[in-house]
């Protein structure tokens, strides 16, 4: 007999990458228009849905058996979605820890419990791995990790979790905790320069992180990360998304930085 759901929607992209890596792809019957990875989803299904919004008529036409989707910020869609009788399992992610309880309840739910967990007991030791060469560094940097530049928005929890595991420091870290984006505000500029970053990381979701704009800030030229031209962009599908993506290429580009800098300056 055939286990779980067998036609998804899933409104945000890491549980589409997810399914893909699980080899259950034939059950996405739509995506988010925002999902890049895995590439060939984009080419083979149905975009019903952006972050904020969704098609709804376009997603009950689908007939889907349950809707994954991510975060509060996703309620009222979920919520116009179960007064029309469809099941909706909206996860809340924000730590690494929670990522990795995600996906093993994902793969559950697909009847690929087994699969999933060697999935990501993979992932684990590499993070491990990671974790321990950044541990064995001489010198750790400190890391301004900025996910929107008008206003300056630092790091959600997961990110700063990994920049963690690969070798630096978040600059904010009581910011962090903050699940919201505008409570990880930061609403005076100067403070950033004033904790002096050694590194600059730019994920600014939806827009292309440009380091001579972060250069040519007023009062930065001082800053460490500036000076030493250490303003590096890692991709927001790579590191924004609560799902395998940030697990894997995300902290190896974190790790692969951290690593660089180090070489300058052991």
């Known amino acids: 007999m055939p286990r779980g759901p067998q036609r998804i929607v899933c409104l945000t992209e890491e549980a589409t990458e997810w399914l893909y890596l699980l080899g259950e792809e034939a059950r996405i019957v739509g995506i988010s228009g925002y999902t890049v990875r895995p590439r060939r989803a984009r080419e083979e299904k149905p975009k019903v849905s952006a972050f904020l919004s969704a098609k709804i008529d376009k997603i009950l036409e689908l007939e889907p058996d349950c809707v994954f989707g991510f975060s509060d910020l996703q309620a009222d869609i979920a919520s116009a979605l179960v007064k029309r009788g469809v099941q909706v399992t909206i996860f809340n992610q924000r730590s690494v820890d929670e990522i990795f309880s995600m996906l093993y309840q994902v793969a559950a739910m697909v009847g690929r419990a087994d699969d999933g967990l060697k999935l990501l007991e993979g992932m ?63 609403a005076d500029g100067a403070e950033i320069v004033r904790r002096n970053p050694d590194i600059v990381i730019g994920s600014w979701c939806g827009k292309k992180f440009r380091p001579e704009k972060v250069a040519a800030r007023a009062g930065w030229a001082d800053v460490t990360a500036v000076r030493e031209r250490q303003l590096f962009e890692v991709k927001s599908a790579d590191i924004l998304q609560p799902g395998p993506a940030a697990l894997t290429d995300g902290v190896e580009q974190l790790h692969r930085i951290v690593l660089e800098w180090s070489a300058r300056h052991g």
């Open 124 to 186: 684990r030791a590499r993070l491990l791995a990671i974790e321990a060469a950044g541990r064995a560094l001489p010198k750790r940097p400190r890391v301004f990790f900025e996910e929107w530049d008008e206003p300056h928005i630092s790091a959600i929890r997961w990110v700063s979790q990994l920049v963690g595991i690969a070798g630096g420091d978040d600059i904010f870290p009581e910011l962090a905790v903050q699940p919201l984006g505008k409570d990880r505000i930061i």
